[in-house]
């Protein structure tokens, strides 16, 4: 045992004084609070040799000038007698402890192996503003979780410590430290909630595009121009033709445009590849995206905003086109298919307008031709299921909520749409095209016991009966749409695969070199991920506003019919909202019977809402 420990020698123990109070194979030190331990003599150090009687009796030294002793340190170490002789002229147990103390706490000085370095006066200086400047977070984010865990109002110093818990709802890290502090799950879901009930956000954010990943700005790449797309190639002047674009009010994509000449059905389409060709940096921003989004609260194009502003149809006098010349027989086959660049004169409508207008012969020759198409369909085993659908938008901050009526004038554009991806898909098989063709296996039942649903609950069941429809290159049946073969063209401002089936069109007619099947595939495989991201992204958010609606409306009332049932449990569509619910019931309530529903909670953060069944049902979720 080193004589250096006496009893009464004062020593560091754990960053603590203690005092040596016998010595043997151990020593035995005592704390300031009193408690003994048997120790090493490894296990502490020696500060001042004694004797020392009373703990208490260390008093705290201040330094008068310790730049002055740093500066005099700069080149030569010393031992921890010596800075207490320099820092304070004595030796005295007080000053030697004050001395430990500074050296460590390692701002001015630092101990290696008993020697006592002077760090410089800029280092000194940096490490006492950071510490000041940490221990002003530490106050400030103990203030903060005071006023979280007794409920008190938030400041605004207090948004930085909520940035990783708005990065967690939004999905950008799976760390939160106020949820971890509040022992609450670290889910998204539930920072979404916490910062809903801190009133940090309001519900006015919707976090589903960013925690899937999309992108909600319109991308900013260079497009060809609309000049060089009207002079180039042996457009053909179909301008003499009645071209009528049809779609929603407030579109903002006008995309493609019917025209009838006598028996020949034209459809017409934005020429977006003009604007965006193969490998272009348009091109390839709208692969990655695969389809524009559409939101409540806003729309994300897959193109920049300027090829809709340029090509879309009737955004100009005149308009270039891809124009699909569809010859009809009497039964509504297709005779003959020509495609053709064109340049078009298109008047926008809205489907209410030519609804009014259906009796004009001009719409009545279109709604007999895209009758003809749908028996047509219908006889090959077509089925048609025509659900409630509704138009959730946000405007102005108010959340919208209406019922698409169900119009002949959408029946009309999408009989005349459909066939044009028939004829398309056609004209790409007889000349072995590579193209993006799209199947569908038939239903699921039987031949001999498929009927057209007629009812709600019917059209539900059959379309949870219908395949996955599957993206090749090697045509196939679509047998929920009754046709030998398929594909889309008529959207190539929205869809990117319709884009791609224009580029290959494009380089068909102008004798220029296709994309192989590879390369077709290739584009397939990039953009599949990305559109299903768009409609997850689509669906979610529908979803959020519809709660979002429904919380702003406490005392919502509203109807339900049941589409599907089981055992005391069963499935309730809401046609007001477009959304259906999970229900338990007493009784035995028939198929398609109308239930009146009463809304008793709703979490839009959570994604749920509970009602209650009126009269004699019990409640549905």
């Known amino acids: 045992m080193p004589d250096t420990f006496l009893q009464n020698t004062l020593v560091v123990y754990k960053k603590k004084p203690a005092r040596v109070v016998a010595v043997a194979d151990k020593l035995e030190i005592k704390l300031d609070g009193g408690q003994t331990h048997r120790v090493r003599p490894k296990d502490v150090i020696m500060i001042h040799p004694g004797p020392v009687y009373n703990l208490k009796e260390l008093t705290s030294r201040t330094v008068e000038d310790i730049r002055t002793v740093c500066e005099l340190l700069a080149d030569d170490p010393v031992t921890l007698p010596e800075l207490a002789e320099l820092l304070y002229g004595d030796e005295s147990p007080s000053s030697r402890w004050s001395t430990w103390k500074l050296v460590n706490d390692g701002i001015y000085f630092y101990d290696t192996s008993g020697s006592i370095h002077a760090h410089t006066l800029e280092d000194a200086e940096r490490e006492l503003a950071a510490r000041e400047a940490k221990a002003k977070q530490d ?210 409508l809205t489907y209410t307008t030519v609804e009014e207008r259906m009796r004009e012969p001009a719409f009545q020759a279109l709604w007999q031709v895209a009758k003809t198409i749908r028996e047509r369909r219908r006889a090959a085993g077509a089925v048609f299921i025509t659900l409630p659908d509704v138009a959730v938008r946000v405007i102005n901050g108010n959340v919208q909520i209406r019922l698409l009526p169900e119009l002949d004038s959408r029946i009309l554009v999408e009989e005349t749409m459909i066939i044009a991806g028939e004829a398309a898909a056609r004209f790409a098989i007889e000349r072995d095209i590579p193209f993006p063709f799209i199947s569908q296996a038939g239903l699921s039942i039987p031949k001999e016991n498929q009927k057209q649903p007629e009812t709600l609950a019917e059209m539900y069941a059959y379309r949870r009966k219908l395949s996955p429809r599957q993206i090749t290159t090697v045509p196939g049946p679509h047998g929920g749409l009754g046709l030998a073969h398929y594909t889309q063209v008529t959207s190539p401002l929205r869809r990117y695969l319709d884009l791609v089936a224009h580029q290959q069109l494009h380089a068909y007619l102008r004798n220029e070199k296709i994309l192989t099947s590879e390369d077709m595939m290739e584009r397939v495989g990039a953009t599949q991920a990305a559109i299903a991201g768009t409609r997850k992204g689509e669906r979610l958010s529908n979803r959020y506003w519809t709660l979002v609606y429904l919380s702003e ?29 999970q229900i338990r019931y007493r009784g035995n309530p028939d198929l398609n019977q109308t239930l009146p529903l009463v809304l008793s909670e709703v979490d839009p953060a959570q994604s749920t809402v509970y009602f209650s069944v009126e009269r004699f049902y019990t409640s549905c979720k």
Request: aromatic fraction near 4%.
């Open 139 to 348: 106050r400030s984010w103990r203030d903060f979780l005071q006023r979280v865990q007794t409920g008190q109002p938030l400041q605004p110093e207090d948004a930085e410590h909520l940035k990783n818990t708005e990065d967690l709802a939004l999905g950008k890290t799976g760390q939160s430290r106020l949820l971890r502090k509040l022992g609450i799950e670290q889910t998204p879901i539930r920072a979404h909630a916490l910062l809903l009930k801190l009133e940090h956000w309001d519900n006015r954010i919707n976090p589903h595009p960013t925690r899937i990943g999309l992108d909600t700005q319109a991308p900013k790449v260079a497009i060809s121009s609309l000049s060089s797309a009207l002079a180039s190639g042996d457009r053909r002047d179909l301008t003499h033709l009645t071209a009528s674009a049809i779609d929603d009010e407030g579109n903002l994509d006008p995309d493609d445009a019917i025209s009838l000449d006598g028996q020949r059905l034209w459809i017409h389409v934005a020429d977006v590849a003009s604007a965006a060709p193969p490998a272009s940096a348009a091109d390839l921003e709208a692969r990655n995206r695969g389809a524009t989004l559409y939101l409540p609260e806003l729309t994300a194009p897959m193109l920049p905003t300027e090829v809709a502003k340029q090509f879309g149809l009737g955004q100009k006098e005149i308009s270039p086109a891809l124009s699909f010349g569809i010859d009809l027989n009497t039964d509504g086959t297709i005779g003959s298919v020509e495609i053709v660049e064109s340049l078009v004169r298109v008047t926008r």
């Open 553 to 581: 409306h406490p005392k919502w009332r509203g109807e339900g019919v049941l589409v599907e049932k089981g055992e005391n449990r069963g499935t309730l569509l809401i046609p007001e909202l477009g959304i259906d619910v």
